[in-house]
């Protein structure tokens, strides 16, 4: 964990604000991504990046925009917060390997929308 | 929608007892995750095993891979209080894309 970190760790804003959330690993793994964690719906993927400058949409991209400029860094900006994006938010890294991927998770970030 | 089940959706054992928690996927895999999180925590790979694989072993884990019937077993040995966490299944359905499919999770308590 100590090589992928998320700041804030803890965020409350009000509906319609603009909120950006970080993400930083110090691997250089070429693959990013976000979920979001909601009860009821374990982890779901919002966006991911193969390497900077490409990202794709995940299961749930509506209400989000992410960039990647830099390889290590991957921002998450909720454009408009809304209620339902209440959540428990990670930020994961990976690497190709031939056995398979696998992910290394951040320490999440608590997001409230009042 | 959700490619992995896990069952039961909660389990409380007693710390020295075996722990079974199941995953069911639906699609064709290329390998099969666990993860680990604990409370307040990002999630910790655990294991991979690939779709060829039926059985794979670390430490006190064993992890168990049926293709015909779309379904992952992970068995914790001589459970722990620390082992206490919830417990993800994930599955990676398209090669190269990096992407991982999780399940809603198993809670598991250790009870000393």
């Known amino acids: 964990d100590a090589g992928i970190t998320q700041s804030p760790r803890y965020k409350i804003t009000e509906t319609g604000r603009q909120v950006t959330l970080m993400c930083h690993q110090t691997?250089?793994?070429?693959?990013m991504f976000w979920y979001r964690q909601d009860l009821g719906h374990g982890l779901r993927l919002i966006y991911y990046?193969?390497?900077?400058?490409?990202?794709d949409k995940g299961e749930v991209p509506d209400g989000y925009v992410v960039s990647r400029s830099k390889t290590e860094n991957f921002p998450l900006t909720l454009e408009s917060a809304t209620r339902s994006q209440t959540s428990v938010y990670f930020c994961?890294?990976?690497?190709?390997?031939?056995?398979?991927?696998?992910?290394?998770f951040g320490p999440g970030t608590r997001l409230t929308v009042l | 929608s959700q490619q992995g089940e896990e069952d039961p959706q909660a389990l409380s054992i007693q710390e020295g007892e075996n722990a079974t928690m199941n995953c069911s996927y639906k699609?064709?895999?290329?390998?099969l995750q666990w993860y680990r999180q604990n409370s307040g925590r990002g999630l910790v790979h655990l294991i991979l095993?690939?779709?060829?694989?039926r059985e794979k072993h670390s430490g006190r884990l064993r992890v168990t891979l049926d293709t015909s019937k779309k379904s992952s077993s992970l068995l914790i040995t001589a459970s722990r209080a620390a082992d206490t966490a919830s417990y993800f299944c994930?599955?990676?359905?398209?090669?190269?894309?990096?992407?991982?499919?999780f399940g809603q999770g198993t809670r598991l308590t250790i009870n000393p």
């Open positions: 994961a890294s990976s690497v190709i390997l031939p056995s398979g991927d696998t992910q290394y």
């Open positions: 691997w250089s793994h070429s693959y």
């Open positions: 990046s193969a390497a900077a400058d490409i990202t």
């Open positions: 699609t064709s895999i290329n390998n």
């Open positions: 095993i690939r779709s060829n694989e």
């Open positions: 994930a599955t990676d359905t398209q090669r190269g894309a990096q992407k991982l499919v």
